[in-house]
């Protein structure tokens, strides 16, 4: 079936280290890729997505490329700050507008 | 941009009573919404799907009978969560669709349920 697998978690960072959180998919089709991110007590927000292969998302410094050949879409960004302490949620749509599927989340948290 | 609100942001019910949960659409129609539930520390696992004008399409092992879902309008969706016992503390997240600009879900800022 269709599904995300992430790493688990928690990451735990000094700020200004350099982050990946591994994400990869199993989908028939073609699937668009996200990554969404929710902050303590909050709902989710988008923070990124790509929708074919090889597209680059990014967003807030963060970045995730669309690779279909290794079927992942890993989360990086360059130098993590306090207030990107969070949980984030790799998710794919089989179809533009139909229900995401979730991975588990991965909890970063970056001390200062 | 788009805005999905959800009401209460917090309830906290007693075993054996019901309790609603709305999810609105704020400068969109949506004639689909989604919903899903969170356990702590898990993924979002979708319940229904809830169409307007419509019976909601459920996921399986989601009973319906528990998890009321009507969506009388195109820009609301509730989600009744009947005779309320502690296991079904939760949070519980909307999204909708929006068909207006591109077909992009909008997530809802999430309803915490503790059942006492």
């Known amino acids: 079936g269709n599904s995300v697998t992430q790493m688990e978690g928690p990451v735990t960072l000094s700020e200004e280290a350099f982050l990946t959180i591994n994400c990869t998919y199993t989908?028939?089709?073609?699937?668009?890729l996200f990554w969404y991110v929710q902050y303590p007590g909050e709902g989710l927000q988008l923070l990124l997505k790509?929708?074919?292969?090889?597209d680059k998302g990014s967003n807030k410094g963060f970045e995730a490329t669309y690779r279909k050949e290794t079927t992942s879409f890993h989360l990086e960004k360059g130098s993590v700050q306090v207030s990107d302490s969070a949980v984030y949620f790799c998710?794919?749509?089989?179809?533009?507008?139909?229900?995401?599927?979730f991975g588990k989340g991965t909890t970063l948290s970056v001390s200062s | 941009g788009a805005v999905v609100s959800q009401h209460p942001s917090r309830v906290i019910c007693k075993s054996g009573t019901s309790v609603k949960i709305e999810c609105r659409s704020l400068?969109?129609?949506?004639?689909?919404m989604f919903w899903y539930r969170q356990f702590p520390k898990q993924s979002l696992m979708l319940m229904a799907t809830?169409?307007?004008?419509?019976?909601?399409?459920?996921e399986q092992g989601v009973e319906k009978d528990k998890f009321l879902i009507n969506h009388a309008s195109l820009t609301l969706s509730t989600l009744t969560v009947t005779s309320a016992h502690p296991e079904d503390s939760s949070f519980y997240i909307c999204?909708?669709?929006?068909?207006?600009?591109?077909?992009?879900?909008?997530f809802g800022e999430g309803s915490w349920l503790t059942v006492v």
């Open positions: 989908a028939t089709g073609y699937p668009s």
């Open positions: 809830s169409n307007e004008g419509s019976k909601a399409t459920y």
């Open positions: 790509a929708t074919k292969a090889d």
């Open positions: 400068d969109f129609q949506a004639t689909t």
């Open positions: 999204s909708a669709r929006s068909e207006t600009i591109g077909n992009t879900i909008y």
């Open positions: 998710a794919l749509s089989l179809q533009a507008g139909t229900a995401l599927i």
